[in-house]
């Protein structure tokens, strides 16, 4: 267990930067979307019962992470940028009892996992602008 553990914790430490770097470029809502869409692609693979093994269940765990690499740093800057000052404490609250759900391998979280990630990249490419850039961010953050 504390294998998983690592292998999902350990994809954050190496897809996170390069994300970053890759959504400074290409901007917030496409790393999203895909990051998202990976996200919940590994996660169903966790589903089929030919995804078993050790090895498989370790290198999904690590794909999911490194996915939600692609999310983790993004969200909070979105939250940031389009939350007003009143409630966005409390949104940052949630994000992290949110992101505590990747912690747990059981079915039933697997596949809500899988349902709120498919929901939320629809609402992400419904409402996102196409790129918000910084100065335009701290201009709606001051409003």
Do not use: Q
């Not at 919940?40 to 992470?65: E, Q």
């Not at 996915?67 to 949630?94: D, E, G, L, N, Y």
């Not at 759900?101 to 996102?128: E, P």
């Amino acid at each position: 267990m504390r294998f998983l553990s690592g292998a999902y914790i350990g994809g954050v430490l190496v897809g996170a930067p390069i994300w970053g770097l890759i959504s400074d470029r290409l901007g917030r809502p496409r790393i999203l979307i895909v990051g998202l869409i990976c996200y919940v692609a590994s996660l169903l693979l966790l589903l089929l019962p030919s995804m078993n093994g050790l090895w498989a269940i370790c290198g999904l765990r690590t794909a999911a992470r490194l996915f939600v690499a692609a999310v983790v740093p993004i969200v909070p800057a979105v939250v940031a940028a389009h939350t007003p000052t009143a409630v966005r404490a409390r949104r940052f609250a949630w994000l992290g009892s949110a992101s505590l759900l990747g912690l747990l391998s059981t079915r039933i979280v697997i596949v809500l996992a899988a349902l709120l990630g498919a929901s939320m990249m629809l609402g992400l490419a419904l409402t996102l602008p196409p790129r918000v850039d910084a100065p335009k961010a701290e201009a709606i953050a001051s409003r």
